[in-house]
């Protein structure tokens, strides 16, 4: 493991909460069903940074990452992008769902489900 700190580096912060105030219309409607560790008691952080990355949404319990994904994720550069990011995190120990903002509005018991399933 690490011994440098990678959550939350602090030349992020102002980052960090310029997107937590300006959340896309599904991450918004996510944390309102995560927050408040309403999902099986885990807790979730929302545009939480982990090394030079800031995720949607942590659930430091579980290292777990929920990604919402827009269309700008279905560009070829940005899934090249996406790949590099997943498999850095991945090799920290992380485990990362993305999801389509639309399940969110969509299919959002299934989404849930979905993010049940990948607890411990």
Not at 3 to 17: A, F, G, P
Not at 21 to 34: D, G, H, I, M, V
Not at 88 to 113: A, C, M, P, Q
Request: charged share 30%.
């Amino acid at each position: 493991m690490h011994n440098r700190k990678i959550n939350n580096l602090s030349y992020l912060k102002d980052r960090r909460k310029e997107l937590r105030n300006n959340l896309t219309p599904a991450e918004a409607a996510l944390w309102k069903l995560l927050q408040k560790s309403q999902l099986k008691g885990r807790k979730f952080r929302r545009q939480h940074s982990i090394d030079n990355y800031i995720v949607d949404f942590y659930c430091p319990a579980e290292k777990l990452i929920i990604e919402l994904d827009g269309q700008v994720h279905n560009s070829p550069i940005t899934a090249l992008n996406d790949a590099d990011r997943d498999n850095h995190l991945k090799s920290l120990g992380y485990k990362i769902l993305r999801f389509e903002n639309k399940l969110v509005f969509e299919n959002t018991e299934w989404l849930l489900d979905e993010i049940e399933r990948a607890f411990n």
